[in-house]
């Protein structure tokens, strides 16, 4: 019961900051131009400190052990989504024009930037590196079968190993891990493999890269609810294929994916740990991804439903993501 409090409170206060970048453009102190602008620093460069900073501090041999099936969950997590979708846009009647934006909404969480304060919250340390794992592989899989999804069929195919070797975050989070596994107990105070000049200047890069990188959730969430002001305010609302987006995002695709994960730990004769259970709800259980409506533009997607179901699905999540964690803490 307490976990669900602490999670209501952490989607409350995140949907608050969205208000207020949504009551900024509209009062144009975040123009388009300043959006997009505090967008890039954010994806470029507080993400990537963040991400940095983490791996180096959290990352162990011990930890990947028990870790290293955290990014393949991302990637079975979001394709069975998406078939949850393809099921769903056939049951709604969803019209062609419209459907390949629907599955994507379906299939795509927004996994890190409002699930990161939460699992934070709730696990410290632990529930921020499961997040920034799944991460891993939700971003390889975004730019693959995601763009996949959203694509025209004969479409001019995107280069999507350059987008990935040139994504910041994936950098980061393999260039954060494997200086913590080369390097055991570099930021651990005290630790006598360097002299105090280097270690000085450690911590000080450490301490920097924090503070960049605690700009991350306060800056992302601003820019969202600007994007989600100058989205749904000329977008149409479809109720039909509205009600099946957030049908899929919030309900089925979360109830599915964890029923899958935990009847596999089952069989494998694994117990997953409180952290690894709750954290995994409130990823999947998140409402669509903000980078939907980018997939979405680029690729002449539906863009009212993308909006109105971006939009819709992040109010409704206020409820069904609290009440998910209050059933799976039963399954503990």
Same mark, same amino acid.
């Given at each position: 019961?307490?976990?669900?409090?602490?999670?209501?409170?952490?989607?409350?206060?995140?949907?608050?900051?969205?208000?207020?970048?949504?009551?900024?453009?509209?009062?144009?102190?975040?123009?388009?131009?300043?959006?997009?602008?505090?967008?890039?620093?954010?994806?470029?460069?507080?993400?990537?400190?963040?991400?940095?900073?983490?791996?180096?501090?959290?990352?162990?041999?011990?930890?990947?052990?028990?870790?290293?099936?955290?990014?393949?969950?991302?990637?079975?997590?979001?394709?069975?989504?998406?078939?949850?979708?393809?099921?769903?846009?056939?049951?709604?009647?969803?019209?062609?024009?419209?459907?390949?934006?629907?599955?994507?909404?379906?299939?795509?969480?927004?996994?890190?930037?409002?699930?990161?304060?939460?699992?934070?919250?709730?696990?410290?340390?632990?529930?921020?590196?499961?997040?920034?794992?799944?991460?891993?592989?939700?971003?390889?899989?975004?730019?693959?079968?995601?763009?996949?999804?959203?694509?025209?069929?004969?479409?001019?195919?995107?280069?999507?190993?350059?987008?990935?070797?040139?994504?910041?975050?994936?950098?980061?989070?393999?260039?954060?891990?494997?200086?913590?596994?080369?390097?055991?107990?570099?930021?651990?105070?005290?630790?006598?493999?360097?002299?105090?000049? %280097? *270690?000085?200047?450690?911590?000080?890069? @450490? +301490?920097? /890269?924090?503070?960049?990188?605690? !700009? =991350? #959730?306060?800056?992302?969430?601003?820019?969202?609810?600007?994007?989600?002001?100058?989205?749904?305010?000329?977008?149409?609302?479809? %109720? *039909?294929?509205?009600?099946?987006?957030? @049908? +899929?995002? /919030?309900?089925?695709?979360?109830? !599915? =994916? #964890?029923?899958?994960?935990?009847?596999?730990?089952?069989?494998?004769?694994?117990?997953?740990?409180?952290?690894?259970?709750?954290?995994?709800?409130?990823?999947?259980?998140?409402?669509?991804?903000?980078?939907?409506?980018?997939?979405?533009?680029?690729?002449?997607?539906?863009?009212?439903?993308?909006?109105?179901?971006?939009?819709?699905?992040?109010?409704?999540?206020?409820?069904?993501?609290?009440?998910?964690?209050?059933?799976?803490?039963?399954?503990?």
């Amino acid at each position: 019961m307490l976990q669900s409090k602490i999670v209501f409170l952490k989607i409350t206060l995140m949907f608050l900051v969205m208000v207020a970048g949504w009551w900024a453009s509209r009062r144009r102190y975040l123009t388009p131009a300043l959006t997009k602008a505090l967008s890039v620093l954010v994806v470029q460069l507080a993400f990537p400190s963040l991400v940095f900073a983490q791996m180096l501090e959290t990352v162990s041999l011990s930890a990947l052990k028990r870790g290293w099936w955290i990014p393949v969950f991302a990637l079975g997590s979001i394709i069975l989504a998406a078939w949850v979708g393809k099921g769903l846009a056939g049951l709604f009647r969803v019209a062609p024009t419209s459907r390949r934006t629907f599955v994507l909404l379906v299939a795509m969480p927004n996994w890190v930037f409002l699930p990161l304060p939460i699992a934070g919250g709730l696990y410290g340390a632990e529930g921020i590196r499961f997040v920034l794992l799944y991460n891993l592989g939700a971003q390889i899989i975004l730019w693959t079968y995601g763009v996949h999804l959203i694509q025209e069929k004969g479409g001019e195919k995107v280069a999507v190993w350059r987008m990935l070797l040139g994504n910041v975050g994936i950098m980061a989070t393999i260039g954060g891990a494997a200086l913590a596994l080369c390097w055991p107990g570099l930021t651990a105070p005290g630790d006598g493999l360097i002299g105090a000049g %280097w *270690r000085l200047m450690v911590n000080g890069g @450490l +301490g920097a /890269l924090k503070m960049i990188g605690d !700009l =991350t #959730i306060p800056l992302s969430l601003l820019v969202a609810g600007a994007q989600l002001g100058e989205l749904v305010g000329s977008s149409q609302f479809q %109720w *039909r294929p509205l009600i099946g987006v957030n @049908l +899929g995002r /919030l309900v089925v695709a979360p109830l !599915l =994916t #964890i029923s899958v994960l935990v009847g596999v730990a089952h069989l494998l004769g694994v117990r997953l740990t409180e952290v690894e259970l709750i954290t995994s709800v409130v990823i999947v259980s998140m409402p669509a991804a903000i980078t939907c409506s980018m997939l979405v533009e680029n690729y002449n997607g539906d863009r009212g439903l993308s909006a109105s179901g971006i939009f819709l699905s992040t109010l409704l999540s206020l409820l069904t993501v609290p009440v998910a964690v209050w059933c799976c803490h039963w399954l503990l």
